[in-house]
Every structure is written in C-alpha cells, then in structure tokens.
C-alpha cells in the first residue's frame, strides 16, 4: 500500500518525472510541475491579448496550495482588448504582473511559479520583488532571455518545462 501523498518525499525533486520510481503503478501519474504548467497554458486560454496569450500560477513550494494565478490582458472593466497593436507595447498588463497582483500570500510564503513564457526583465523584477520566490518554471523561449541572466543574479532558479 503507498502512502498517501501528504506523506511523500520532497516533491521539488520529482521535476520532469512524470511516475514514482518503483512501485510499477499508475506510470501515468503526472508531475506536480506538469500539473501546473498545464493550469497556466489553460490559464493562457483566457488571455485576450492578440500579441501572445500568457499563463501563469503561483504556487506553494509544497504544492499543496495555489496562492495565485494571473493571465495578460487588459485590466478590469476596460474593454478585453490591446488598446493598440503596436509589438511591445500593446497596452495589456502581463500575465506575471497580473499573478502579483492578485498574490496576496505573504513576503515570507516560499513560492514556485509556472509561467508558459519566460517572463520579461519587468516581469521577472516583480516576481523577485514579490519576495521569496525560490524557481521560475517556463514553457516557451522568449527572443529576449535577459530575465534568465537577472533571476539568476538573485538566486532564483529558473528551467524551462517543455510539454
Ligand atoms: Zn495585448
Ligand atoms: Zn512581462
């Protein structure tokens, strides 16, 4: 009989495995990451931004709670739309900025995020000023990988999560 999962091994080390090694069960069981790397692509469904459509989910480091999650788009009220087309500056607030704000765990709470994309150099300065980010999980490259050299600086860990 396995235990039951609150008596699981640390569960940041299972990253990219998507089964328990050894008990030949359930080979399908999927990964935490992968869990909330799928919630943050699902999440992107919602964005209504013509650019790129983003996801991202806040988690604990134990990943039993979502403390927040956050799409781009314009903000609340407006119309869901870019309020121009013009590339970089479309009007819509990020999908990580949004996550910020809607984060209302404390400074000390040890955080994990999923974003589908990697975060740009504003995005990644407010997810370490979000306070005690410990690893930034992405899915698609971004042209402009600067926030990976700048997360890194401040000791956040960053990998990528492909699908
Ligand atoms: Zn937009
Ligand atoms: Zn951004």
Not at 77 to 97: A, I, M, T, V
């Amino acid at each position: 009989m396995p235990p039951p999962d609150a008596e699981e091994a640390p569960i940041m080390s299972e990253t990219g495995n998507p089964s328990r090694n050894g008990d030949g069960e359930r080979p399908e069981r999927p990964s935490f990451e992968s869990i909330y790397m799928d919630l943050a692509r699902t999440l992107a469904n919602r964005s209504t931004c013509i650019r790129l459509n983003v996801g991202t989910v806040i988690t604990s480091t134990d990943y039993r709670k979502v403390l927040a999650v956050g799409y781009n788009g314009n903000a609340t009220g407006l119309p869901n739309k870019c309020d121009r087309e013009e590339p970089g500056n479309c009007g819509c607030l990020h999908s990580e900025e949004n996550a910020v704000i809607n984060c209302d765990a404390p400074r000390h709470v040890e955080k994990i995020v999923f974003v589908t994309h990697l975060p740009c150099v504003a995005c990644a300065k407010r997810l370490i000023n979000l306070g005690n980010v410990r690893q930034i999980y992405y899915g698609e490259d971004y042209r402009n990988r600067d926030s990976l050299e700048l997360l890194k600086s401040v000791g956040i860990l960053v990998d990528q999560l492909l699908e």
